[in-house]
């Protein structure tokens, strides 16, 4: 636990004094957000700011994981597994985001990829890490620890679809969450820390590291993010950091209190959704007067400050209560 925190740390401090020129560089090269017309009006103003911001939480998880793991990583199959996967399940949904962030800047300004081609590589990815973690990890079982009962529940083959959906499902609500100064990074962190917790648990010492190098990478992304934001994450980040966290809950088998732990991104996710839903079938009336959920409170009055406040009292208190069923 004490090397974890040390290498939080030490990857927040990299990254911090790093920050500066990468927000310098994106200026320069015109990587900078496209408002929505029909978001919140409020939010023009952020337009051309740096958008894609997750590059530095991804690239320095990357490179202490590297540098921590290279000779473990030659030597030991079970530190493969429990870095190899969630780092490139990271990298794979950070070069998928990125795609999607570049085509917002230059082909549809504003929109990004068309969501009918992402879904079906963000399963692609989802699909070759389940399959990973069902024989590499869990060697032929679908393991699930079930709140006060003792021991896990073998769920068999039913586990590959059930991971699909939860690290692509992540991925996706961490990406909708990513909508105000502040929020992504500070949602993101608190879960990390609360799997890796959990992880000191379960003695999956590796897993312990990972998760504490992405959140020293998460604050130091929000050193540069904090109202008002000198850089957004953009979905370079924001999927990265969902489909890791999904894979994380599936490899410490506590996947069952990720929708606890990830409250406010599953929030958003489902407002965004229920949205769509109602839209559809009352013929174009709203049940929010904004989705994702975030947007619907600035629209009736709430400060972006006071939403960003807000919702990560919530997402500690669901991260306590998570680690507390863990235990149980």
């Not at 017309?37 to 990357?62: C, E, F, N, R, Y």
């Not at 973690?133 to 003792?150: C, K, L, R, S």
């Not at 050193?223 to 410490?252: I, K, R, Y």
Request: hydrophobic share 55%; net charge neutral; charged share 10%.
């Amino acid at each position: 636990m004490a090397f974890a925190l040390t290498l939080g740390g030490i990857t927040f401090l990299m990254a911090v004094i790093w920050g500066s020129p990468l927000v310098e560089l994106m200026r320069r090269l015109k990587w900078g957000k496209q408002i929505r017309i029909d978001g919140p009006q409020t939010h023009m103003v952020k337009m051309g700011t740096p958008a894609m911001g997750g590059i530095l939480i991804v690239g320095w998880i990357l490179i202490i994981s590297i540098l921590v793991n290279i000779v473990q990583l030659v030597q030991a199959l079970e530190i493969a597994e429990s870095v190899i996967i969630p780092l490139g399940v990271m990298v794979a949904y950070s070069i998928l985001g990125g795609i999607d962030d570049w085509q917002g800047f230059r082909l549809r300004p504003g929109e990004g990829m068309r969501a009918r081609v992402k879904i079906w590589f963000q399963l692609g990815i989802a699909l070759a890490a389940t399959i990973a973690i069902y024989f590499f990890v869990n060697d032929g079982h679908g393991w699930v620890a079930i709140p006060t009962v003792e021991t896990l529940l073998d769920i068999g083959i039913f586990y590959i679809p059930i991971g699909v959906i939860i690290i692509a499902g992540t991925a996706n609500a961490v990406n909708i969450v990513d909508g105000l100064d502040g929020l992504s990074g500070i949602i993101a962190a608190t879960a990390f820390a609360a799997y890796g917790i959990i992880a000191v648990l379960r003695d999956q010492q590796f897993l312990v590291t990972f998760c504490f190098i992405t959140v020293g990478a998460c604050f130091a992304f929000l050193w540069f993010n904090a109202h008002p934001a000198q850089m957004f994450m953009g979905d370079v980040g924001s999927q990265a950091l969902g489909g890791a966290l999904g894979v994380v809950a599936l490899m410490t088998n506590q996947w069952l209190i990720l929708p606890i732990i990830a409250i406010v991104p599953l929030s958003s996710l489902l407002s965004s959704t229920l949205q769509v839903l109602y839209f559809k079938a009352t013929g174009g009336k709203r049940l929010f007067k904004m989705a994702p959920l975030h947007h619907h409170f600035e629209i009736i009055g709430w400060s972006e400050t006071q939403i960003v406040q807000r919702w990560w009292l919530v997402a500690m208190l669901s991260a306590m209560i998570g680690i507390a069923l863990a235990q149980v």
